[in-house]
């Protein structure tokens, strides 16, 4: 029989809902009577003590709000009567002796990846086409026009292009308008399969296009090239052709600048072409094909072979939360980190407004001062700059996570803050560093989805785990995006979308430690290119470099 409540850690003053509660039920908690004064809905609070105008509210063990007017025992928590709260934060002692898990399942295991000459092991093998500058974008989608089907890349006719067509047919033939809105178009034919590829050892060639690289400021170009050249030295890339327009302020120079600091000795290869010495488009584009074709062929020479779990680094997601993230998604993607921790792999938690009201626990843990103090520092500046314009961390939380049950930024936080695991801290970095170090690694980006997971993975994150309550297509363009749904009616209603369920960890059916596992043997058969993501499978590449500007 499933918990209908659940009481996250002993000092809470809020009970989580994990079903939904009628007003005048009782409900027994460890002895104790609460008649609910209000409807809660699951994934939703109520206070479990009455609490008064600036009382603090307590989830996780943390401050997570603060009660606007009286709240009664049992009475729904919702932002009619709470509002945002966290508690401050200051350089404190090392706490980081942790009961990692036990790993001797795992020591022994490899995936199989590709090795390249810097150490790393990538989980894939593709081809980079980057612009240096929005200006060479209508370049790049020619090169793509020119590539994809050539070289068997296409994605096959999709069923919404059968379905376009089916309505043109039907319009043709003078079917009315009232008609077409009640005419089925599913497609029940079977879709165009691929031609074979060129190149099988290559997984595909990307294409990187975005907004940026002229105009803004002299740091907005320097965190640009350092994105794209996290991108071109990342394990899962073979090369890239990159085109510069030439007289912009994202410079050939300064690329090669970004690259030199994150591989001192990189060898991949790169082939940048500068348009304005070149002369016509023309002349542009038949060097970048012609070097394009030539880099493919000498990268579809690489063969996966067998490399150890620590040679990955994951990343670590989430969007569209809900009330059920925090102690279900979230606590189990960190057990899964503290498995790849412990067996010396590498895993990055960003999302920097998404640990509001946790930082003290966070820098804590951090190994040394040095890094405890960079990530106050970080955190600080950071919301200071978002309230300059008025906001502020406390605007983080999206009307989804409102709806359903993530009322403030520290509930939201102190739940997507356990994604981490309880593994000390071993760096903190600036976007757009790169992670150079084992272990937990905090990477400062914005909350923003694919900001953030487009951050990861310039960082270095050749997987990333992506934890949902909602529900999002997000996926990118490099690294596999692994969809982790929090509860199981999401991943039954949108399975096309979602991975991995973790509501089962809700319904009683499996704990936390048997989801982490079932998410690690998902990830070596994905490291090792036996399955696709579901954002792989529907070429969900998305990409967009953050501006540094204020966006939570």
Known sequence: MQTKTLKIHPDDNLEVALVD????????????????????PAKHKFATVDLYPNDGLTMYGVLVGKALKPIKKGELISTNNVTHAANDYKLGARKINFNLPDISKWKNKTFEGYHRADGSVGIANYWLVIPLVFCENKNVDVIQEAF???????????????????????????????????????ANDDVEI????????????????????????????????????????????AGATVLSLGCQNAQIGLLNEE??????????????????????????????????????????????????????????????????????????????????VTLGGSVILSEFPELCGVEQEISDRCINETIATKFMQ??????????????????????GNIKDGLITDAIKSAGAAKKGGVSPVTDVLDY?????????????????????????????????????????????????VVKISSNTNLFTKMNDII??????????????????????????????????????AAAHDDFIPWKRDISL
């Open 21 to 40: 509660l009628k007003k005048s039920e009782t409900i027994i908690i460890n002895g104790e009577s609460y008649l609910l004064q209000t409807n809660v």
């Open 259 to 340: 690259i030199k600091k994150r591989t001192a000795d990189f060898s991949k290869p790169l082939y940048i072409l500068d348009h304005q010495q070149i002369g016509s488009e023309a002349k542009l584009l038949q060097q970048a094909i012609k070097k394009t074709f030539v880099g493919l062929a000498g990268a579809n020479q690489l063969q996966r072979k067998p490399a150890p779990l620590s040679k990955l680094c994951i990343g670590l997601e989430c969007g569209g939360s809900d009330g059920f993230s925090g102690i279900s998604a979230n606590p189990a993607v960190g057990y899964l980190s503290d498995l790849i």
């Open 378 to 399: 970080i955190m600080t500046s950071y919301n200071a700059r978002a309230k300059s314009v008025g906001s502020g961390f406390e605007a983080n939380p999206s009307p």
């Open 148 to 186: 994809i089907k050539e070289l068997g890349y296409q994605q096959p006719t999709s069923v919404y292009q059968q379905q376009v067509n089916k309505l043109v047919k039907l319009y043709q033939s003078g079917e009315s308008i009232d008609d077409l809105l009640d005419t089925d178009i599913e």
């Open 432 to 480: 757009p560093e790169k992670v150079t170090k084992p272990g937990l690694n905090l990477l400062c980006t914005p909350g923003s989805d694919i900001e953030s997971t487009t951050a990861e993975v310039g960082a270095g994150a050749t997987i990333v785990l992506f934890t949902t309550g909602l529900g999002t297509p997000t996926g990118n363009p490099v690294a596999p």
């Open 194 to 237: 691929n031609a074979a590829k060129i190149f099988p050892n290559i997984d595909g060639i990307k294409f990187l296009t975005h907004t940026l690289g002229c105009g803004g400021t002299r740091q907005d170009a320097q965190n640009l090239c350092g994105l794209l050249a996290g991108y071109i030295v990342h394990p899962n890339v």
């Open 499 to 536: 991975d991995i369920d973790a509501g089962t960890i809700i319904n009683g059916t499996e704990t936390i430690e048997q989801v982490a596992t079932r998410m690690l043997e998902y990830i070596i058969k994905l490291a090792s290119g036996g399955i696709k993501t579901k954002a792989q």
